[in-house]
């Protein structure tokens, strides 16, 4: 069973469309953090949530972070090809040691 | 303000061989940590290295082993290597040790295994 569940696990679309896209858990976190990685680049973070129900907004990416701590997605509104790449969750646990989901491969077509 | 540093950026192994990587940390950070990435895979956490000192450890063999230099920089060794080991190894920065400092990733060393 994994820590952290994201789906879904390909997402291919046009340019201009909005997508959502989620990190479960059946287990409470006291962070998550988002990254972004495209091909033949490490991850890069693009926010961290702390507080349950929190919304943080980067831009036209919105990160809500559920009120359980348990889940967690991020909203892309009006996609553009530079979206596209390796969308990555990712939480501490035990002290600093650190879990990442799967990833969601967005794909964004001009 | 140099971030995360990595080399080689690609190796070829064989079997059985021994590999060692090398990481530099973003400037002022003082915590390294190692990522295995398969690919089409999440990276997966290895090990963590602050103050020298091996401080958290994933689930993976003692084949995998590694160091932290005082000017912070950090090696990862693996030895008897085998196809499985195939990845993208991947470095992160950060300071301290404490819950939610955020990581700085290197670009990652892609090693390949014959």
């Known amino acids: 069973t994994q820590l952290l569940e994201q789906s879904p696990q390909f997402l291919s679309i046009q340019e201009g469309e909005n997508l959502t896209v989620y990190c479960n858990s059946s287990?409470?976190?006291?962070?998550l953090q988002w990254y972004r990685q495209e091909p033949g680049e490490g991850p890069v973070l693009l926010v961290t949530?702390?507080?349950?129900?929190e919304v943080k907004k980067l831009k036209r990416l919105t990160f809500q972070f559920g009120d359980a701590r348990k889940d967690s997605s991020l909203h892309i509104t009006a996609a553009q090809p530079g979206d596209t790449g390796l969308y990555l969750c990712?939480?501490?646990?035990?002290?600093?040691?650190?879990?990442f989901g799967s990833g969601t491969k967005l794909n964004v077509k001009p | 303000d140099a971030g995360v540093t990595q080399s080689p950026t690609h190796l070829i192994k064989t079997r059985g061989q021994q590999v060692t990587l090398r990481c530099s940390p973003k400037s002022g950070h003082d915590t390294v940590s190692w990522y295995q990435q398969a690919l089409g895979q999440g990276p997966q956490f290895i090990f963590q290295?602050?103050?020298?000192?091996?401080?958290q450890r994933g689930n993976f063999p003692d084949r995998f082993s590694g160091h932290q230099f005082p000017n912070y920089s950090s090696e990862l060794n693996v030895n008897a290597l085998l196809l499985g080991d195939s990845a993208l190894y991947l470095c992160?920065?950060?300071?301290?040790?404490?819950?939610?400092?955020?990581?700085?990733f290197g670009d990652g060393t892609r090693l390949s295994i014959l």
């Open positions: 290295y602050y103050e020298e000192e091996e401080r």
């Open positions: 287990s409470v976190f006291s962070s």
């Open positions: 990712a939480t501490s646990y035990n002290f600093n040691k650190f879990y």
């Open positions: 949530v702390v507080t349950g129900g």
């Open positions: 992160a920065s950060s300071l301290g040790i404490t819950s939610n400092q955020p990581q700085h």
